[in-house]
């Protein structure tokens, strides 16, 4: 069954160094989202990526955060300088059209040191 | 903010069917209701999701009122391993998920 890979699963990083979390939807899909999770809250939406571009993004998604697909297969998301509050697990989703169900990798755990 | 409201835990033998209920009674017209469950801190997994009709598949089964006003999912025959979190989400066409706290549903042996 195909499923959207994320990697590392997880990743230590300084305070004020730049990361990159790496994900690879499943390959026929065409929207692909990033949501995060701090420990014990609340899975929150961060950005949505349709034909290159930003479809949706929150108020977390400031200019410290940035989305690529770089090639045909991945799908990046890069904090430029973490901060401690970046600390949760992240996740990937990809759907094969904005109105059908979304698929989730399974996170990328970023602590922040 | 999510615009349902779920029990915030649910207990359920196992073997028994689970059954999870969801209020969303500001749902518009064209707003799907979808149940996603994250086991532990796995990501969310995707269920089932409706418009109008009932619906059925391998995991669960979902039933929504004539009104729309509120949804049951079922999760027919319980395992140890249906215990997570249960989300009722609802979502207008390609709208980012809005994920609520949900029911935590414990599967007692």
């Known amino acids: 069954e195909p499923e959207v890979t994320q990697t590392p699963s997880h990743q230590v990083t300084q305070m004020g160094q730049e990361v990159i979390l790496r994900c690879v939807p499943i390959s026929n899909h065409l929207y692909f989202y990033w949501y995060r999770q701090i420990l014990g809250q609340k899975v929150e939406f961060l950005v949505s990526f349709y034909n290159n571009e930003i479809s949706e993004k929150s108020e977390i998604f400031d200019d410290q955060f940035s989305v690529e697909r770089p090639d045909g297969s991945n799908f990046t998301l890069k904090i430029r300088s973490t901060k401690l509050e970046d600390s949760a697990m992240y996740f990937c989703a990809s759907s094969y059209r904005g109105r059908t169900e979304a698929f989730f990798g399974q996170g990328t755990r970023l602590t922040v040191v | 903010d999510a615009k349902t409201t779920q029990p915030t835990s649910m207990d359920c033998a196992e073997g028994r069917a689970a059954n999870l209920p969801c209020n969303h009674s500001t749902i518009s017209g064209n707003e799907y209701v979808y149940w996603y469950r994250q086991i532990h801190s796995q990501g969310p997994q995707y269920i089932i999701h409706g418009l109008k009709n009932n619906e059925t598949n391998e995991m669960a089964s979902l039933i929504i009122t004539e009104d729309r006003k509120s949804s049951t999912l079922i999760l027919p025959h319980a395992t140890l391993r249906d215990t997570a979190v249960y989300y009722c989400?609802?979502?207008?066409?390609?709208?980012?998920?809005?994920f609520g706290q949900g029911t935590r549903l414990t599967i007692n042996p």
């Open positions: 989400i609802v979502r207008l066409g390609a709208q980012k998920l809005v």
